[in-house]
């Protein structure tokens, strides 16, 4: 049989096997980390503690091939599935909202004023959208106003949100594919998925426990530190020794700074984009709230979790002055205590902070075009080699689904070379 080497057992490489070995064919997998999960990987507040999300990964119900895979593997009690109601508040003003999508496409729910931005009517909304799905302008900042209230409560967060770039730079043609993926399929594809303990232990866990059932080998600590081309095929450099793939197609679902490095002659060196997360242990606030999420804007922080015991906090594509902020976690405290006036004044003293420097791509439009397709069209690209990752270009922005489509889709043109 057949097998298939893949670099990577993040969600792109889990998502690739699984595919490869429903298909019958026989994926092995390498990682250069002592845990499979690459960005879905947890962390530890103190030694002994359970493993937490390093930051709140927001899966909606509308990303079908996640979906797909935690039907197909995963436990789905282990996921906490929200109404697609988003509270929001203005920190600057003030002000709270709710943007509460109807189930289906008809977007009958912006007549109602409880369900749609405060301070933006009904020709508010559609004008910005339709401003988005007309505009001939490449990004989100020249396409529309970000300083009116359309820009500040609803396109410039959405933004943020979906392609963790800032909105002035974003690019629009990306995010328009997105909005017509989520937003525009109404609150059936909207409903926030949460997992219960961790990203780690809800997604990653029950897939790699899958492919450990049907004996696919993953392969851990054993960094990829060379790809050589031969004229036998694919050569690997690891740490247990080289790896001759001959025939044997080889998928490389890293991510893409290792890409590059690996590769560079080949593969850009793509922009990418920071993630700030702050977590703060809480006085458990009763089994009742499972969890609570309420996006902000006009301050620092952009999304707040809270669940029992634990409030996290987003701050995608953070401004330069937050990343040079010596008490952002009693900064973004402040900004907590605006949507919850319970809590004590002072910032929690084992407040942490996680920096995750190369979150994703910097989702700009020379970014999008750089970014190459699963089996670029570069001269001197190997035969045998296929791309996979959250960055390749699936038409999606780099998330979960992006990730995990990228999988799949390299195990399609891998199964389509052996099986033309
Ligand atoms: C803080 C944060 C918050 C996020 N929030 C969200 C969210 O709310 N919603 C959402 O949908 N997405 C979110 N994302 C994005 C999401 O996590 C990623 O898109 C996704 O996990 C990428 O998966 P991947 O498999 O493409 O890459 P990775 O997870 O980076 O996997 C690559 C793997 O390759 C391995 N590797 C690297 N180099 C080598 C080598 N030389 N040899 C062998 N192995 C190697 C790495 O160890 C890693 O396991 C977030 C990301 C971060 C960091």
């Given at each position: 049989m057949t097998s298939v080497h893949i670099i990577g057992a993040g969600l792109a490489g889990l998502s690739a096997a699984l595919f490869l070995q429903e298909q019958g064919l026989r994926p092995r997998l390498y990682d250069?980390?002592?845990?499979?999960?690459?960005?879905c990987g947890g962390w530890s507040p103190a030694p002994g503690a359970p493993r937490r999300d390093r930051g709140t990964h927001l899966l909606l119900s509308g990303n079908d091939t996640v979906c797909g895979l935690i039907r197909r593997?995963?436990?789905?009690?282990d996921w906490i599935r929200l109404p697609p109601r988003f509270r929001f508040r203005d920190l600057a003003e003030g002000t709270d909202w709710n943007l509460y999508p109807g189930?289906?496409?008809?977007?009958?729910?912006?007549?109602d004023p409880t369900r749609r931005v405060a301070g933006l009517g009904l020709t508010g909304h559609l004008r910005a959208l339709l401003t988005l799905e007309t505009s001939?302008?490449?990004t989100v900042g020249a396409a529309l106003d970000l300083r009116s209230v359309a820009g500040r409560r609803l396109i410039g967060p959405l933004t943020v949100a979906l392609l963790n770039t800032p909105a002035e730079i974003a690019s629009l043609p990306l995010l328009r594919r997105t909005l017509r993926d989520?937003?525009?399929?109404?609150?059936q594809a909207l409903s926030p998925l949460l997992c219960r303990t961790s990203l780690e232990q809800d997604l990653i866990t029950p897939l790699t426990e899958a492919l450990s059932a049907a004996g696919v080998e993953i392969r851990l600590?054993?960094?990829?530190?060379e790809l050589q081309q031969t004229p036998e095929g694919l050569r690997l450099s690891g740490p247990a020794g080289p790896v001759f793939c001959g025939r044997d197609p080889v998928i490389l679902a890293i991510d893409p700074a290792q890409a590059h490095r690996l590769l560079p002659d080949l593969l850009p060196d793509l922009p990418q984009s920071p993630i700030l997360n702050l977590h703060y242990p809480m006085p458990d606030r009763g089994p009742e709230i499972l969890a609570e999420l309420t996006g902000l804007c006009g301050?620092?922080?952009?999304w707040i979790l809270r669940r029992p015991g634990h409030c996290a906090v987003t701050i995608s594509a953070p401004r330069a002055d937050l990343l040079a902020d010596p008490d952002l976690p009693g900064t973004v405290w402040r900004e907590i205590r605006q949507v919850y006036?319970?809590?004590?004044?002072r910032c929690p003293a084992d407040a942490r902070l996680l920096t995750e420097?190369?979150?994703?791509?910097?989702?700009?439009p020379d970014t999008d075009r750089l970014?190459?397709?699963?089996?670029?069209?570069?001269?001197?690209?190997?035969?045998t080699l296929w791309l996979a990752g959250?960055?390749?270009?699936?038409?999606?922005?780099?998330?979960l689904e992006g990730a995990a489509r990228s999988g799949r889709m390299a195990a399609l043109a891998v199964i389509r070379h052996l099986r033309p």
């Open positions: 250069a980390n002592s845990r499979p999960g690459g960005r593997y995963g436990r789905a009690e189930a289906g496409r008809w977007p009958g729910w912006l007549l001939r302008a490449d989520s937003l525009y399929r109404g609150g600590r054993s960094a990829v530190s301050g620092a922080a952009e006036p319970d809590l004590p004044l420097r190369r979150a994703t791509l910097l989702q700009t970014r190459p397709q699963t089996r670029p069209t570069v001269s001197g690209w190997p035969e959250d960055w390749v270009q699936t038409g999606l922005p780099c998330t």
